[in-house]
């Protein structure tokens, strides 16, 4: 018992990153600033929010990936503005999302798969790991895609093109800094830009654009138009984004202190994104309409033509420029998310402060990864032509299943305290996966009954929203007792809401998450494990009916 007792003695008290790298200063590409320093006056928190600023904002910007791209450019091309309001409806979503990301990194100081591991055991981190990597590596091939169709326009063969892309990839990430990593990317972001001279070009009108923002399907609610909007959703909240944004807050030194500079920063990355993806659709929407392309779309390099013949060589260049800035900035951050989950698995280092040498695991895997990938994407054009379609779709029906973990670690009381979610969060957020889950159940009842008519699928949604709002309703009435303000009811009924206030900010400031290994893992009640094998049994059956729907659709 002696001896027991003086291991435990020896085991951390608090949480500390796995990696001894992610614990110092913040250093961002616009400076450095102590964990502990002293922020007053509005140029310093101006500054420090700079110095922060990465995180949130990178991983937005790679969500307008080469997938990205071409799935903004097919709605607008196929649909004109009519699926804007997809857009609109994914702000919220983003935030939520991404917000809770970045709260379980700068509180718990260590990475996504890391905490599905420890939390819930080998068998679901398995799981969430092995989907990830499936899907990055599909991802990084439509990133070398679109990188061979963007140079081929400019009369770069693809041969030269995708090595040549492979290898700058691997340079970007490989250099030992941080710091220059970041630099690097925000140079890549600002190549966005020129969507403002592209935009103009199309002229696009205010009406039409503002009337995309209604709810509505073109040409009714078939299979074909939902798969698009379901891409839609996984190219704009991508699971890898889960991952990437709260290893990289990590990585990044950034701790629960400057929680409200970091949600500035995802902010400020929300803002760019659907900007640039509104730009995207319009540029097509209006670009080709009227044209023999419209309602044609088949690759994005066809869209840089089609530009071109209609508006001159400028536009169709801007656009292979955008494609190309987008996809070495998804590659970027994807072959990162990939690789810190990795490292975060297998307990490895796992940071771009470290030089090769020091950490030949997690350079290794982004190595291998980039080169899997460009070897596939040298694959026949038609073979490619259907990973790109699907994959953006096979991310939007396994966002739920990303989503359902995120949101039950953020209601872990053990590793957040007082930083777990609000009633109000929760709601949104279940809200999010029940929406996500009835639109892969209306796009597979499309797949495997192509003669449903369009009123029997919104009966059957209505039917479907309907049960969500009694089952939520259910859950919240039970659950309302573990949403209470601190201090209890007696405790709340006496004081005033300022010094509520006060200790919700004196409980926030002074939380430190346990070590992860001293904490006993959430029971797994039956109900929490058949919802779960449940969830997962359909998504495999979903993610079977997508292959076979844009097997499909490549076919006709």
Same mark, same amino acid.
């Given at each position: 018992?002696?001896?027991? @007792?003086?291991?435990?003695?020896?085991? /951390?008290?608090?949480?500390?990153?796995?990696?001894?790298?992610?614990?110092?200063?913040?250093?961002?590409?616009?400076?450095?600033?102590?964990?502990?320093?002293?922020?007053?006056?509005?140029?310093?928190?101006?500054? %420090?929010?700079?110095?922060?600023?990465?995180?949130?904002?990178?991983?937005?910007?790679?969500?307008?990936?080469?997938?990205?791209?071409?799935?903004?450019?097919?709605?607008?091309?196929?649909?004109?503005?009519?699926?804007?309001?997809?857009?609109?409806?994914?702000?919220?979503?983003?935030?939520?999302?991404?917000?809770?990301?970045?709260?379980?990194?700068?509180?718990?100081?260590?990475?996504?798969?890391?905490?599905?591991?420890?939390?819930?055991?080998?068998?679901?981190?398995?799981?969430?790991?092995?989907?990830?990597?499936?899907?990055?590596?599909? %991802?990084?091939?439509?990133?070398?895609?679109?990188?061979?169709?963007?140079?081929?326009?400019?009369?770069? /063969?693809?041969?030269?093109?995708?090595?040549?892309?492979?290898?700058?990839?691997?340079?970007?990430?490989?250099?030992?800094?941080?710091?220059?990593?970041?630099?690097?990317?925000?140079?890549?972001?600002?190549?966005?830009?020129?969507?403002?001279?592209?935009?103009?070009?199309?002229?696009?009108?205010?009406?039409?654009?503002?009337?995309?923002?209604?709810?509505?399907?073109?040409?009714?609610?078939?299979?074909?138009?939902?798969?698009?909007?379901?891409?839609?959703?996984?190219?704009?909240?991508?699971?890898?984004?889960?991952?990437?944004?709260?290893?990289?807050?990590?990585?990044?030194?950034?701790?629960?202190?400057?929680?409200?500079?970091?949600?500035?920063?995802?902010?400020?990355?929300?803002?760019?994104?659907?900007?640039?993806?509104?730009?995207?659709?319009?540029?097509?929407?209006?670009?080709?309409?009227?044209?023999?392309?419209?309602?044609?779309?088949?690759?994005?390099?066809?869209?840089?033509?089609?530009?071109?013949?209609?508006?001159?060589?400028?536009?169709?260049?801007?656009?292979?420029?955008?494609?190309?800035?987008?996809?070495?900035?998804?590659?970027?951050?994807?072959?990162?998310?990939?690789?810190?989950?990795?490292?975060?698995?297998?307990?490895?280092?796992? @940071?771009?402060?470290?030089?090769?040498?020091?950490?030949?695991?997690?350079?290794?895997?982004?190595?291998?990864?980039?080169?899997?990938?460009?070897?596939?994407?040298?694959?026949?054009?038609?073979?490619?032509?259907?990973?790109?379609?699907?994959?953006?779709?096979?991310?939007?029906?396994?966002?739920?299943?990303?989503?359902?973990?995120?949101?039950?670690?953020?209601?872990?009381?053990?590793?957040?305290?007082?930083?777990?979610?609000?009633?109000?969060?929760?709601?949104?957020?279940?809200?999010?996966?029940?929406?996500?889950?009835?639109?892969?159940?209306?796009?597979?009842?499309?797949?495997?009954?192509?003669?449903?008519?369009?009123?029997?699928?919104?009966?059957?949604?209505?039917?479907?929203?309907?049960?969500?709002?009694?089952?939520?309703?259910?859950?919240?009435?039970?659950?309302?007792?573990?949403?209470?303000?601190?201090?209890?009811?007696?405790?709340?009924?006496?004081?005033?809401?300022?010094?509520?206030?006060?200790?919700?900010?004196?409980?926030?400031?002074?939380?430190?998450?346990?070590?992860?290994? %001293?904490?006993?893992?959430?029971?797994?009640?039956?109900?929490?494990?058949?919802?779960?094998?449940?969830?997962?049994?359909?998504?495999?059956?979903?993610?079977?009916?997508?292959?076979?729907?844009?097997?499909?659709?490549?076919?006709?």
């Amino acid at each position: 018992m002696t001896a027991i @007792s003086s291991e435990s003695r020896l085991l /951390p008290t608090f949480s500390e990153p796995l990696d001894a790298a992610h614990t110092g200063d913040i250093v961002g590409a616009f400076g450095r600033i102590g964990r502990d320093a002293a922020v007053a006056g509005r140029w310093r928190r101006l500054r %420090t929010l700079m110095v922060i600023s990465g995180p949130g904002l990178i991983a937005m910007v790679g969500d307008n990936d080469a997938g990205g791209v071409a799935t903004y450019a097919q709605a607008g091309q196929n649909y004109g503005m009519a699926l804007l309001w997809t857009l609109a409806l994914m702000i919220p979503v983003l935030y939520v999302n991404q917000e809770m990301v970045l709260r379980l990194g700068a509180v718990t100081r260590v990475g996504h798969a890391r905490l599905v591991f420890e939390r819930f055991g080998k068998f679901w981190g398995a799981f969430s790991v092995i989907d990830l990597l499936i899907l990055n590596a599909l %991802t990084i091939v439509t990133e070398f895609i679109g990188v061979a169709l963007a140079l081929g326009f400019l009369g770069c /063969p693809k041969i030269v093109a995708i090595p040549v892309a492979a290898v700058l990839l691997f340079a970007v990430v490989a250099g030992g800094s941080f710091r220059r990593w970041e630099a690097l990317m925000f140079v890549l972001i600002a190549v966005n830009v020129v969507m403002i001279p592209m935009i103009l070009f199309v002229h696009p009108t205010w009406k039409e654009t503002v009337h995309g923002l209604a709810p509505q399907f073109p040409g009714g609610l078939n299979s074909t138009v939902l798969l698009l909007v379901v891409a839609i959703v996984g190219t704009t909240v991508a699971p890898w984004q889960l991952f990437f944004q709260q290893s990289n807050v990590v990585d990044k030194r950034i701790t629960a202190r400057w929680i409200a500079y970091a949600r500035a920063d995802l902010v400020l990355g929300i803002v760019v994104v659907m900007a640039g993806a509104t730009a995207l659709m319009a540029v097509t929407a209006f670009g080709l309409a009227g044209h023999a392309d419209a309602g044609a779309f088949t690759d994005a390099g066809a869209v840089a033509s089609g530009l071109a013949h209609r508006f001159g060589s400028t536009v169709g260049v801007l656009f292979a420029i955008i494609l190309l800035d987008a996809s070495l900035i998804g590659a970027n951050a994807i072959g990162l998310a990939t690789t810190y989950a990795v490292g975060d698995a297998m307990g490895r280092r796992h @940071s771009l402060h470290w030089k090769i040498g020091e950490a030949p695991l997690f350079y290794g895997a982004y190595a291998l990864l980039l080169a899997v990938s460009a070897a596939i994407a040298f694959r026949p054009d038609h073979v490619l032509g259907l990973v790109t379609q699907g994959v953006q779709a096979l991310a939007g029906v396994l966002l739920p299943s990303a989503t359902v973990f995120l949101v039950l670690l953020c209601n872990d009381r053990d590793v957040l305290g007082p930083w777990v979610n609000t009633l109000r969060q929760n709601i949104f957020a279940w809200t999010t996966v029940w929406c996500l889950v009835l639109l892969s159940l209306a796009l597979t009842a499309a797949t495997f009954f192509p003669n449903l008519s369009t009123a029997t699928i919104e009966i059957g949604l209505t039917a479907g929203a309907a049960a969500g709002v009694v089952g939520g309703a259910v859950v919240v009435l039970a659950g309302r007792r573990y949403d209470r303000s601190i201090g209890g009811d007696e405790l709340t009924v006496t004081l005033s809401r300022a010094e509520r206030r006060a200790i919700r900010r004196r409980e926030l400031a002074e939380w430190r998450t346990p070590a992860l290994a %001293t904490l006993a893992r959430p029971v797994m009640s039956p109900a929490r494990r058949a919802g779960l094998l449940t969830l997962r049994g359909y998504l495999v059956l979903a993610v079977l009916l997508v292959v076979v729907k844009v097997i499909q659709t490549g076919v006709a």
